[in-house]
């Protein structure tokens, strides 16, 4: 009854009373499950992620925009078979509403542009970071949250949008010590697909779900990929050179199956040629088995992957051209990524460049005796609006305790509040790592 009351899971219509914690029963002290809280020392580690995420966006000349983390249901109800799909976190709410934790940020950014319409000038160049939810059986003890940084240039049919944005995920890894030794991108079309099935007769509107097969190549056994790609009407024979297309690993290769006329071939050797001028050229590598697990993709698309092979793919994006006018938006053209919180820390924990983020705090300040309680917060506040960080000492402590404080804290100096020296306007002031002491006046203090 708890489970149905919640809604854990599964969206049952009927709304029991919310479950209540009895008075005085210890609460589960942990986060639901596949969730995590962020104490001080992961949300420093946190914070120093987001802000390259933020800094390198800004870099590029991106606005920052966010959205709601629960969205109607139907902004991602796609009938392509996607794992994102399956894996919804959706419920009734108790409006009897269809709603669901966002899977990812890219529909609502395709909403939010289509709510603006008019009122903005394309192109748009977005970013976002936010948290994204799925509800998975926690079978694989895999997490249910992450957060995942967007970048999305909105309204540029041109390649040169993919190449920016790939530009601007090699200037990230760069700025935390990541090189191209360490990380690539496997960059193809989903146009290569698109002409393929075209020229082997499979109706356009099949086009997402092959995607969505295919993208599960090097996941499920192939033999499971060609039942499936069998169960959409493709012929045995299509499935076969399908597949031999997409081993592919070379443009000129692809050139010599699919004739230079094509628009794939054009694009990627677009890509190819902006690589070299933005400079990360040695970054990627033509891949025609990358397709991505999202059926809106049509055109380039890209992921970053650790070139030992070890971790999950770090990133991925794409063109997604017909996005906006799925949900009956004008026919705008758009391209974006997603970027999680979760792999890329795993590949600085395996590269050994997880920063030192230590708490740091320039002043602690402590009366040295109850009486000057007052004294000290005038202390605290007079270097606070110098816009120096004080830990300010709040009630009466022995000194060793102030010591043991200030070293936890790794405050770089401790400013003493004492009974003569205010009589004069001054407080002692202790460097800690130098031992130096000395007295000043309360405002000269830098
Ligand atoms: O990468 C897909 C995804 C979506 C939402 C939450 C999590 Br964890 N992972």
């Not at 049952?12 to 962020?38: C, H, M, Y």
């Not at 995920?169 to 099935?197: H, P, Y």
């Not at 295919?214 to 192939?222: G, R, T």
């Amino acid at each position: 009854a708890a489970t149905k009351a919640n809604g854990g899971g599964r969206s049952g219509s009927i709304v029991a009373p919310l479950v209540v914690n009895e008075e005085f029963q210890k609460i589960d002290v942990n986060p639901p499950k596949g969730t995590r809280d962020f104490p001080p020392e992961d949300m420093r580690l946190r914070n120093w992620l987001f802000n390259h995420f933020k800094e390198v966006s800004r870099l590029f000349g991106y606005e920052e925009v966010d959205f709601p983390v629960l969205e109607t249901e139907a902004l991602f109800i796609r009938k392509a078979g996607e794992e994102i799909r399956d894996q919804l976190y959706c419920f009734e709410d108790r409006g009897n509403r269809r709603v669901a934790l966002r899977p990812e940020l890219t529909p609502s950014l395709a909403r939010l542009v289509i709510q603006k319409g008019k009122s903005v000038s394309l192109p748009l160049k977005w970013f976002a970071v936010g948290q994204c939810w799925r509800y998975e059986r926690m079978t694989r003890g895999r997490r249910r949250e992450h957060y995942q940084w967007n970048m999305d240039i909105i309204g540029v049919p041109e390649v040169t949008a993919e190449a920016e944005l790939i530009s601007s995920i090699v200037t990230f890894f760069k700025r935390i010590g990541i090189t191209a030794s360490d990380v690539g991108f496997k960059v193809s079309s989903r146009k290569v697909l698109q002409e393929l099935l075209k020229k082997y007769g499979v109706p356009e509107d099949l086009f997402g779900r092959v995607c969505i097969i295919i993208d599960k190549i090097e996941k499920i056994p192939i033999d499971e990929i060609k039942k499936e790609l069998g169960f959409t009407g493709i012929s045995e024979d299509a499935v076969e050179q399908l597949l031999q297309v997409l081993s592919v690993k070379s443009l000129d290769d692809l050139e010599d199956i699919l004739g230079g006329a094509g628009e794939a071939i054009a694009d990627l050797k677009q890509l190819f040629s902006l690589a070299e001028k933005f400079g990360y050229s040695e970054w990627i590598q033509f891949d025609a088995s990358v397709v991505r697990g999202l059926a809106y993709y049509t055109g380039i698309v890209f992921e970053g992957f650790d070139r030992k092979g070890k971790l999950r793919a770090i990133c991925g994006g794409g063109r997604y051209d017909r996005l906006l006018s799925t949900y009956g938006g004008d026919d705008i053209p758009a391209c974006g990524f997603g970027f999680g919180d979760a792999v890329i820390v795993e590949l600085l924990k395996e590269k050994d460049l997880l920063p030192e983020l230590g708490q740091e705090v320039e002043n602690i300040v402590c009366a040295l005796d109850k009486d000057l309680q007052g004294a000290a917060a005038t202390v605290a506040t007079t270097l606070r609006d110098k816009g120096q960080t004080v830990d300010l000492v709040l009630e009466s402590k022995p000194l060793k305790w102030v010591f043991k404080r200030a070293a936890r804290v790794n405050a770089r100096r401790l400013v003493l509040v004492g009974k003569t020296e205010w009589e004069d306007g001054s407080v002692s002031v202790k460097v800690l790592s130098s031992g130096e002491q000395f007295q000043v006046k309360l405002n000269d203090l830098e």
